[in-house]
Antibody
Framework: EVQLVQSGVEVKKPGESLKISCQCSGYNFASYWIGWVRQVPGKGLEWMVI????????RYNPSLQGQVTISVDKSISTVYLQWNSLKASDTAIYYC????????????WGQGTLVTVSS | DIQMTQSPSSLSASVGDRVTITCRAS??????LNWYQQKPGKAPNLLIY???SLQSGVPSRFSGSGSGTDFTLTISSLQPEDFATYYCQQSYSLPRNFGQGTNLEIK
């Protein structure tokens, strides 16, 4: 069974760093791209970034480049999304999802990680 | 960036109704168009990919059509579990933008 299991709820202060995770199982991890999608509560979906776990090729949304970093640990089939300095505007639910190829849709999704940034 | 515009933004309908949601791309995306359903508190779920291909396990009352810049998602006979928010997404170029969503409510 394909599963993408995300790390839990985070509450942080502005300026703090954060790394959330997406652990994948039930398929050949290196054969599928993993992406992150952001959703401010009550709002729409924003495509952020994707990574190919096989070769770490990454594609960022230009509007977000430099604000977040995606990475992968193939040894534990896990993809990460990292911030060095959080802002209140980073408050959102973050979903990871997989796709077979860069032009394919996201066919399996994680359960979401709620990140709240507040002083 | 390619902008995706859905209409309507919200829609009220009854069980058994036929419903159509439209998605327009700001430039041609061939058939690189996907549709997702999202229920409150849940992750999105893929319904349709490549404009008209039904994802495995999705009921046949869902269908998609279109190419170029104009696309539609049709639900042939609404069921109670279909009341949700629907998003289109282009997978033609980066960033893979989503539409703003269509909230389908019970009349």
């Amino acid at each position: 069974e394909v599963q993408l299991v995300q790390s839990g709820v985070e509450v942080k202060k502005p300026g703090e760093s954060l790394k959330i995770s997406c652990q994948c199982s039930g398929y050949n991890f290196a054969s599928y791209w993993i992406g992150w999608v952001r959703q401010v509560p009550g709002k729409g979906l924003e495509w952020m970034v994707i990574i190919n776990p096989g070769d770490s090729d990454t594609r960022y949304n230009p509007s977000l480049q430099g604000q977040v970093t995606i990475s992968v640990d193939k040894s534990i089939s896990t993809v990460y999304l990292q911030w060095n300095s959080l802002k209140a505007s980073d408050t959102a639910i973050y979903y990871c999802a997989r796709q077979y190829h860069v032009v394919q849709p996201f066919d399996y999704w994680g359960q979401g990680t709620l990140v709240t940034v507040s002083s | 960036d390619i902008q995706m515009t859905q209409s309507p933004s919200s829609l009220s309908a009854s069980v058994g109704d036929r419903v159509t949601i439209t998605c327009r791309a700001s430039q041609s995306i061939s058939n690189y168009l996907n549709w997702y359903q999202q229920k409150p508190g849940k992750a999105p779920n893929l319904l349709i990919y490549a404009a008209s291909s039904l994802q495995s396990g999705v009921p046949s009352r869902f269908s998609g059509s279109g190419s170029g810049t104009d696309f539609t998602l049709t639900i042939s006979s609404l069921q109670p579990e279909d009341f949700a928010t629907y998003y289109c997404q282009q997978s033609y170029s980066l960033p893979r933008n989503f539409g703003q969503g269509t909230n389908l409510e019970i009349k």
